[in-house]
Protein backbone atom coordinates (compact mmCIF):
# COMPACT_ATOMS: atom_id res chain seq x y z
CA UNK A 1 0.00 0.00 0.00
CA UNK A 2 1.51 3.38 -1.10
CA UNK A 3 1.09 5.89 1.61
CA UNK A 4 0.59 9.61 0.76
CA UNK A 5 3.42 12.26 1.33
CA UNK A 6 1.20 14.04 4.03
CA UNK A 7 1.23 10.44 5.85
CA UNK A 8 4.66 10.15 5.36
CA UNK A 9 5.95 13.72 6.56
CA UNK A 10 3.87 12.90 9.75
CA UNK A 11 4.95 9.16 10.58
CA UNK A 12 8.71 10.87 10.56
CA UNK A 13 7.72 13.59 12.81
CA UNK A 14 6.39 11.00 15.09
CA UNK A 15 9.32 8.69 15.59
CA UNK A 16 12.16 11.55 15.85
CA UNK A 17 9.50 12.76 18.48
CA UNK A 18 9.77 9.42 19.91
CA UNK A 19 13.73 8.86 19.85
CA UNK A 20 13.78 12.96 21.17
CA UNK A 21 12.44 11.94 24.15
CA UNK A 22 15.57 10.16 25.24
CA UNK A 23 17.39 13.20 23.49
CA UNK A 24 18.73 10.70 20.53
CA UNK A 25 18.99 11.58 16.80
CA UNK A 26 18.78 9.32 14.47
CA UNK A 27 19.85 8.11 10.83
CA UNK A 28 18.07 7.45 8.43
CA UNK A 29 18.38 3.37 9.01
CA UNK A 30 17.02 3.88 12.32
CA UNK A 31 14.26 5.94 11.11
CA UNK A 32 13.45 3.21 8.68
CA UNK A 33 13.85 0.80 10.79
CA UNK A 34 10.85 2.33 13.09
CA UNK A 35 8.87 3.50 10.69
CA UNK A 36 5.06 2.85 11.19
CA UNK A 37 4.50 1.84 7.68
CA UNK A 38 5.53 -0.87 5.39
CA UNK A 39 7.75 1.71 2.89
CA UNK A 40 11.72 1.64 1.62
CA UNK A 41 13.95 2.73 2.77
CA UNK A 42 14.76 5.59 -0.39
CA UNK A 43 11.15 6.58 0.16
CA UNK A 44 12.26 7.21 3.68
CA UNK A 45 15.55 9.35 2.41
CA UNK A 46 13.44 11.25 0.19
CA UNK A 47 10.68 12.38 3.11
CA UNK A 48 13.87 13.56 5.09
CA UNK A 49 15.80 14.99 2.32
CA UNK A 50 12.55 16.95 0.93
CA UNK A 51 11.72 17.86 5.13
CA UNK A 52 14.99 18.64 6.01
CA UNK A 53 15.14 21.05 2.76
CA UNK A 54 11.95 22.91 4.00
CA UNK A 55 13.19 23.15 7.61
CA UNK A 56 10.35 20.75 8.52
CA UNK A 57 13.08 18.59 10.15
CA UNK A 58 16.72 19.05 11.57
CA UNK A 59 19.55 17.28 9.63
CA UNK A 60 22.57 17.27 10.93
CA UNK A 61 26.19 15.71 9.23
CA UNK A 62 28.69 14.29 11.77
CA UNK A 63 31.26 12.05 10.17
CA UNK A 64 30.53 11.10 6.64
CA UNK A 65 27.06 10.09 8.77
CA UNK A 66 23.89 12.16 8.42
CA UNK A 67 21.31 12.27 11.58
CA UNK A 68 17.49 13.47 11.86
CA UNK A 69 15.51 15.05 14.74
CA UNK A 70 12.78 17.51 15.48
CA UNK A 71 13.67 21.10 14.77
CA UNK A 72 16.09 22.96 17.33
CA UNK A 73 17.15 19.99 19.20
CA UNK A 74 20.54 19.33 16.82
CA UNK A 75 22.53 19.89 20.14
CA UNK A 76 21.19 16.73 21.20
CA UNK A 77 23.54 14.86 18.98
CA UNK A 78 26.78 15.73 21.01
CA UNK A 79 24.52 14.05 24.17
CA UNK A 80 24.29 11.04 21.80
CA UNK A 81 27.59 11.22 20.86
CA UNK A 82 28.89 11.43 24.35
CA UNK A 83 26.54 8.72 25.51
CA UNK A 84 28.06 6.04 23.06
CA UNK A 85 31.74 6.58 25.03
CA UNK A 86 29.85 6.12 28.09
CA UNK A 87 27.87 3.41 27.53
CA UNK A 88 30.69 1.32 25.94
CA UNK A 89 32.84 2.10 29.42
CA UNK A 90 30.44 0.49 31.19
CA UNK A 91 30.09 -2.28 29.09
CA UNK A 92 33.81 -3.21 29.55
CA UNK A 93 33.39 -2.22 33.42
CA UNK A 94 30.93 -5.29 33.71
CA UNK A 95 33.00 -7.29 30.90
CA UNK A 96 34.00 -9.75 33.87
CA UNK A 97 30.39 -10.90 34.63
CA UNK A 98 29.93 -11.19 30.78
CA UNK A 99 32.56 -13.61 30.89
CA UNK A 100 31.79 -15.85 33.66
CA UNK A 101 28.29 -15.89 32.99
CA UNK A 102 28.83 -16.84 29.86
CA UNK A 103 30.55 -20.23 30.76
CA UNK A 104 27.41 -21.47 32.19
CA UNK A 105 25.51 -23.93 29.51
CA UNK A 106 22.29 -23.29 30.44
CA UNK A 107 22.19 -19.64 29.25
CA UNK A 108 21.00 -19.25 25.79
CA UNK A 109 20.87 -15.98 25.34
CA UNK A 110 22.77 -13.09 27.35
CA UNK A 111 21.10 -9.85 26.58
CA UNK A 112 22.17 -5.87 27.16
CA UNK A 113 18.69 -4.34 27.20
CA UNK A 114 17.45 -0.49 28.37
CA UNK A 115 19.68 2.58 27.64
CA UNK A 116 22.98 0.45 27.29
CA UNK A 117 20.96 -1.18 24.25
CA UNK A 118 20.93 1.78 22.09
CA UNK A 119 24.67 3.35 23.30
CA UNK A 120 22.50 5.92 25.04
CA UNK A 121 23.60 5.81 28.75
CA UNK A 122 24.08 8.36 31.03
CA UNK A 123 27.00 8.07 34.30
CA UNK A 124 24.34 7.51 36.70
CA UNK A 125 22.85 4.44 34.82
CA UNK A 126 23.48 0.53 35.58
CA UNK A 127 23.23 -1.96 32.53
CA UNK A 128 19.81 -3.81 32.01
CA UNK A 129 20.49 -7.64 31.22
CA UNK A 130 17.84 -9.57 28.91
CA UNK A 131 18.60 -13.26 29.68
CA UNK A 132 17.22 -16.41 28.07
CA UNK A 133 18.12 -20.13 29.67
CA UNK A 134 17.68 -23.07 28.88
CA UNK A 135 14.16 -25.36 29.25
CA UNK A 136 13.94 -25.63 32.96
CA UNK A 137 16.83 -24.18 34.28
CA UNK A 138 15.39 -20.05 34.54
CA UNK A 139 15.72 -20.59 38.75
CA UNK A 140 19.26 -22.22 38.41
CA UNK A 141 21.03 -19.26 35.95
CA UNK A 142 19.02 -16.39 37.88
CA UNK A 143 20.66 -17.80 40.83
CA UNK A 144 24.15 -18.20 39.38
CA UNK A 145 23.85 -14.80 37.70
CA UNK A 146 22.89 -13.21 41.12
CA UNK A 147 25.42 -14.60 42.79
CA UNK A 148 28.28 -13.93 40.22
CA UNK A 149 27.17 -9.79 40.05
CA UNK A 150 27.35 -10.24 43.87
CA UNK A 151 30.91 -11.66 44.33
CA UNK A 152 32.11 -9.27 41.63
CA UNK A 153 30.38 -6.62 43.54
CA UNK A 154 28.54 -5.35 40.75
CA UNK A 155 24.68 -6.72 41.36
CA UNK A 156 22.07 -4.09 41.89
CA UNK A 157 19.53 -4.58 44.39
CA UNK A 158 15.84 -3.79 44.67
CA UNK A 159 15.52 -0.31 46.34
CA UNK A 160 19.54 1.05 45.62
CA UNK A 161 19.79 4.21 44.69
CA UNK A 162 23.45 4.04 44.02
CA UNK A 163 22.83 2.24 40.75
CA UNK A 164 25.79 3.82 38.62
CA UNK A 165 27.96 0.67 36.67
CA UNK A 166 25.69 -2.12 38.37
CA UNK A 167 24.64 -5.04 36.65
CA UNK A 168 20.42 -4.87 36.49
CA UNK A 169 19.20 -8.93 36.41
CA UNK A 170 15.46 -8.61 36.05
CA UNK A 171 14.21 -9.63 33.09
CA UNK A 172 14.66 -13.68 32.74
CA UNK A 173 12.91 -16.10 29.89
CA UNK A 174 12.80 -19.94 29.67
CA UNK A 175 13.40 -20.88 25.73
CA UNK A 176 10.02 -22.80 25.62
CA UNK A 177 7.98 -19.92 26.75
CA UNK A 178 9.66 -16.55 24.43
CA UNK A 179 6.53 -15.52 23.63
CA UNK A 180 5.66 -11.98 25.23
CA UNK A 181 2.41 -11.77 26.63
CA UNK A 182 -0.64 -9.84 24.81
CA UNK A 183 -1.09 -7.55 27.82
CA UNK A 184 2.45 -6.49 27.62
CA UNK A 185 2.61 -6.06 23.52
CA UNK A 186 2.58 -2.10 23.12
CA UNK A 187 5.15 0.19 21.04
CA UNK A 188 7.05 0.27 24.27
CA UNK A 189 7.89 -3.46 24.58
CA UNK A 190 7.95 -3.57 20.92
CA UNK A 191 11.09 -1.16 21.09
CA UNK A 192 12.62 -3.09 23.46
CA UNK A 193 12.54 -6.42 21.59
CA UNK A 194 13.72 -4.56 18.67
CA UNK A 195 16.78 -2.76 20.13
CA UNK A 196 18.02 -5.49 22.80
CA UNK A 197 21.39 -6.14 21.65
CA UNK A 198 22.64 -9.89 22.18
CA UNK A 199 26.00 -10.69 23.76
CA UNK A 200 25.98 -14.04 24.16
CA UNK A 201 23.52 -16.57 21.72
CA UNK A 202 23.22 -20.64 21.63
CA UNK A 203 21.12 -22.41 19.58
CA UNK A 204 19.76 -20.35 17.45
CA UNK A 205 17.54 -19.07 20.12
CA UNK A 206 18.17 -15.46 19.32
CA UNK A 207 16.22 -15.68 15.94
CA UNK A 208 13.44 -18.08 17.34
CA UNK A 209 12.70 -15.20 20.25
CA UNK A 210 12.18 -12.70 17.72
CA UNK A 211 9.87 -15.65 15.60
CA UNK A 212 7.75 -16.24 18.64
CA UNK A 213 7.41 -12.06 18.92
CA UNK A 214 6.24 -11.13 15.23
CA UNK A 215 3.77 -9.17 16.42
CA UNK A 216 6.73 -6.36 17.05
CA UNK A 217 6.42 -6.06 12.67
CA UNK A 218 2.53 -4.71 13.24
CA UNK A 219 4.62 -1.46 14.97
CA UNK A 220 7.69 -1.77 13.26
CA UNK A 221 6.79 -3.27 9.48
CA UNK A 222 10.09 -2.86 7.76
CA UNK A 223 11.70 -4.81 10.56
CA UNK A 224 12.60 -8.69 8.51
CA UNK A 225 12.63 -11.57 11.19
CA UNK A 226 14.29 -14.92 9.89
CA UNK A 227 13.08 -18.15 10.41
CA UNK A 228 15.04 -20.34 12.59
CA UNK A 229 16.63 -23.19 12.22
CA UNK A 230 15.13 -26.44 13.20
CA UNK A 231 17.46 -27.49 15.90
CA UNK A 232 15.58 -29.46 18.46
CA UNK A 233 16.68 -28.07 22.24
CA UNK A 234 17.47 -30.59 24.74
CA UNK A 235 14.03 -31.73 26.47
CA UNK A 236 14.98 -30.89 30.03
CA UNK A 237 12.73 -31.40 33.38
CA UNK A 238 13.05 -29.45 36.28
CA UNK A 239 15.70 -31.16 38.65
CA UNK A 240 15.69 -31.20 41.81
CA UNK A 241 18.33 -28.44 42.27
CA UNK A 242 16.30 -26.08 40.18
CA UNK A 243 12.89 -26.72 42.24
CA UNK A 244 14.86 -26.03 45.26
CA UNK A 245 16.30 -23.01 43.89
CA UNK A 246 13.02 -21.41 42.74
CA UNK A 247 11.38 -22.40 45.99
CA UNK A 248 14.28 -20.74 47.74
CA UNK A 249 14.04 -17.66 45.23
CA UNK A 250 10.15 -16.79 45.17
CA UNK A 251 10.42 -17.36 49.03
CA UNK A 252 12.58 -14.25 49.21
CA UNK A 253 11.50 -12.62 46.68
CA UNK A 254 7.75 -12.59 48.28
CA UNK A 255 8.86 -9.97 50.80
CA UNK A 256 9.12 -6.92 48.18
CA UNK A 257 7.17 -7.84 45.65
CA UNK A 258 5.16 -5.90 43.67
CA UNK A 259 4.54 -5.70 40.29
CA UNK A 260 6.93 -8.63 39.33
CA UNK A 261 5.37 -10.83 36.63
CA UNK A 262 5.97 -14.81 37.56
CA UNK A 263 4.95 -17.45 35.65
CA UNK A 264 6.53 -20.97 34.65
CA UNK A 265 8.92 -19.71 31.88
CA UNK A 266 9.30 -15.99 32.50
CA UNK A 267 10.29 -13.56 35.10
CA UNK A 268 9.69 -10.00 34.75
Not at 103 to 111: A, E, N, P, T, V
Not at 161 to 188: A, H, Q, W
Not at 208 to 215: G, Y
Not at 221 to 238: D, F, Q, R, V
Amino acid sequence: MRHTQTELKRSVISVLAYFDFFQYPITTDELYRFFPYKTSIQEVKKTTNSMAKNRKIESIKYKGGEYYTILEHGINLRKRISRKSITTRKINKISTFVKLISFFSQIKLLGISGSCAMDNAQEKDDVDFFIITEKDRLWTARFMSLIIAQIIGKRRRKGQTKIRDRVCLNLFFDESGMSIPKYKRNIFTAHEVVQMKPLLVRDGVYEKFLSENKWITYYFPNIKIKSPANNTSIKANPSFLERFLKALQIFIMKKSITSEIITDTQLW
